[in-house]
């Protein structure tokens, strides 16, 4: 499955027989404004999760991708960036704009 980050929502799309749009995987309630605000995944991929341009984090939740779980206010600028860590699912890292890294728990 590969994902690609439009304007107000995050899009996925099948690839194992056809590239086709998975509709029902759309995530929505961020802004990206024209940024490449990375997307990714929690390790045991029950939760999606992106910054946008507005310095917020966003979490979905895979199982209800209408729903936006929780939200953070990570940066002052764009949220550029956002990683789970790979052994402790409540820690995400997220960069930023504003030139800092934060570790989050």
């Given at each position: 499955m590969h994902?690609?980050?439009s304007t107000v929502q995050v899009v996925t799309y099948m690839t194992k027989d056809k590239f086709k749009q998975n509709r029902k995987k759309t995530f929505k309630g961020h802004n990206t404004a024209?940024?490449?605000c990375q997307v990714n995944w929690s390790p045991d991929s029950k939760?999606?999760?992106?910054?946008?341009?507005?310095?917020?984090?966003?979490f979905w939740e895979w199982a209800q991708p209408y729903k936006v779980v929780r939200t953070i206010k990570a940066?002052?600028?764009?949220?550029?960036?956002?990683?789970?860590?790979?052994?402790e699912s409540s820690?995400?890292?997220?960069?930023?704009?504003?030139?800092?890294?934060?570790?989050?728990?």
């Open positions: 994902t690609i980050l024209g940024y490449a939760y999606v999760m992106s910054g946008d341009s507005e310095g917020r984090c966003f940066h002052d600028g764009v949220c550029i960036g956002v990683a789970w860590h790979p052994m820690k995400v890292a997220t960069c930023g704009w504003d030139g800092l890294i934060k570790y989050w728990d």
